[in-house]
């Protein structure tokens, strides 16, 4: 018979899923023991239930020892954005090959890896950050936990990274929208996906799945972009279709020559522009998802 979620190992928690899930448990505390693992302490304010541990999944140390007595690991650290395809590999792959290895030689049984929706991209050769989470849930699956794998789509809310980056697009004179703008995107709230994350350990669903999940609504990216203009302008803005092989050869050179991290955007962020990233959400998760499009919208440009 299992025993319930008590103590937790939990990575990510100064980011913007993390500061969701904090804000959630706020709302409706579970009992739970949070031991979370932070590279700068002083960005966690004390909470009730949470101890921070300083250290870095993607290296050996101190922290390691704050893994006796848990029972479940919940892994949402990540690179995200335009860093070099090196680093997504060596933080999202490698490091979470890393944290696997000291979770098992600790005795945790249960691992739940916050994926992406990209890790399951049709084409991940031109996309280092997919293709290194698709690889971490690999090494997740081979591990012999009680796991659970999920894959959010693209994530909103007041300061999301992701909304950020398209509402600065969205602002601009003339909106490039490259290869069209044609993927589709279905948007999922913070805070919801925290909900969705709380349940899951509630329910035990460590059941090996991997499992994409995502908002209320589907839409194209050029309509995403355009909702955003229209709220923020008060008009829809004016948009150029950029193909995307014009644009994914330079960059790629230019990546080559200075680093991802350097440049406004890497090739690889190019492919959710034209990929498709949506779900198809199990109803337990349906019951979840309060937030809708234009709630995501309105929050990102300020009005919530």
């Not at 979370?36 to 002083?42: I, N, S, T, Y």
């Not at 994914?248 to 991290?261: N, V």
């Amino acid at each position: 018979m299992r025993t319930p979620t008590s103590t937790i190992f939990l990575t990510g928690l100064t980011g913007h899923l993390g500061a969701c899930l904090r804000r959630r448990l706020a709302l409706s505390p579970r009992g739970w023991t949070w031991r979370a693992l932070v590279r700068r302490p002083d960005e966690v304010q004390p909470e009730p239930g949470f101890t921070s541990i300083l250290g870095d999944f993607t290296t050996s140390g101190d922290w390691t020892n704050a893994l006796d007595g848990v029972d479940t690991v919940v892994h949402m650290g990540a690179l995200t954005g335009k860093a070099s395809r090196k680093e997504h590999f060596r933080v999202n792959f490698e490091g979470t090959r890393h944290l696997v290895r000291v979770a098992r030689d600790r005795g945790v049984r249960r691992f739940l890896f916050v994926s992406s929706v990209a890790a399951g991209f049709n084409s991940l050769e031109r996309y280092p950050y997919g293709a290194a989470k698709k690889a971490a849930e690999d090494a997740v699956l081979e591990a012999g936990f009680d796991t659970l794998i999920l894959r959010p789509t693209l994530i909103g809310g007041r300061r999301a990274p992701a909304f950020e980056a398209l509402r600065r697009l969205a602002g601009l004179p003339i909106v490039p929208l490259f290869g069209g703008g044609t993927g589709r995107v279905q948007p999922i709230h913070g805070d919801d996906l925290a909900d969705v994350l709380l349940d899951a350990l509630a329910a035990d669903r460590f059941t090996g799945e991997t499992l994409a999940v995502g908002g209320r609504e589907q839409l194209s990216m050029a309509e995403l972009v355009e909702r955003l203009a229209e709220r923020m302008k008060g008009r829809p803005p004016h948009r150029i279709s950029i193909p995307l092989a014009s644009t994914s050869l330079p960059l790629r050179c230019m990546e080559a020559l200075l680093g991802g991290g350097r440049l406004p955007l890497t090739e690889g962020q190019l492919m959710s522009f034209v990929q498709d990233g949506v779900a198809e959400n199990p109803p337990w998760v349906e019951s979840f998802l309060t937030h809708d499009i234009e709630s995501m919208v309105a929050e990102a440009c300020g009005e919530r």
